[in-house]
């Protein structure tokens, strides 16, 4: 089932990409620290990447609605008598609504799923509010980023981006 879920959420996403006429694309990288729920005793930090495609542009000035994607990694901490625990990965597929302030500052919100896809890790709902600053094609943005499955992972964190 997550490979399907996977599959379609990808087609949708290259489909939207194609067919886009003043879409608005920013892919990135981010770093996070282990901040709400289960992180913060079962992980040392998170790090992935980001792609937005914005396809329906100032809904009302200033804001653009699309859709997000990426990976992201949880690094599984040592506990003490047990081990290593092994990493959490989740591909998050999410509606993405941008709101732009003025030409540099910017606030994002992401709401969606995110498929599990290391071993033991289910699949579970998935927000993310950023918010950021742009320098020409370049952004920097502070997150905090929340993975709900059989427990909560959330972490805090800054990302960089480049806007298309």
């Known amino acids: 089932m ?3 879920i996977l599959t379609a959420a990808v087609m949708l996403f290259a489909f939207q990409f194609s067919m886009a006429q003043d879409e608005k694309i920013t892919v990135g990288a ?3 620290i282990p901040a709400a729920g289960d992180a913060t005793d079962l992980t040392t930090s998170n790090v992935g990447f980001d792609a937005s495609f914005y396809f329906a542009n100032d809904i009302i000035e200033g804001l653009d609605l699309g859709l997000s994607s990426g990976y992201t990694v949880f690094f599984g901490d040592e506990i003490e ?3 290593e ?3 959490f990965s989740f591909i998050p597929i999410a509606a993405s609504a941008r709101y732009s302030f003025n030409q540099n500052f910017f606030a994002v919100a ?4 995110a498929v599990g896809v ?4 289910e699949g579970g709902f998935y927000y993310q509010p950023k918010f ?3 320098f020409g094609s370049v952004e920097i943005s502070a997150f905090y980023k929340v993975f709900e499955d059989e427990s909560t992972l959330g ?4 990302g960089l981006g480049y806007r298309f």
């Open 2 to 4: 997550k490979r399907v």
């Open 30 to 32: 981010h770093f996070g």
């Open 81 to 83: 008598g047990v081990g």
């Open 85 to 87: 625990l092994d990493d």
């Open 110 to 113: 992401d709401l969606g799923y």
């Open 118 to 121: 290391s071993d033991d890790t």
């Open 132 to 134: 950021g600053y742009m």
């Open 155 to 158: 972490s805090l964190g800054v």
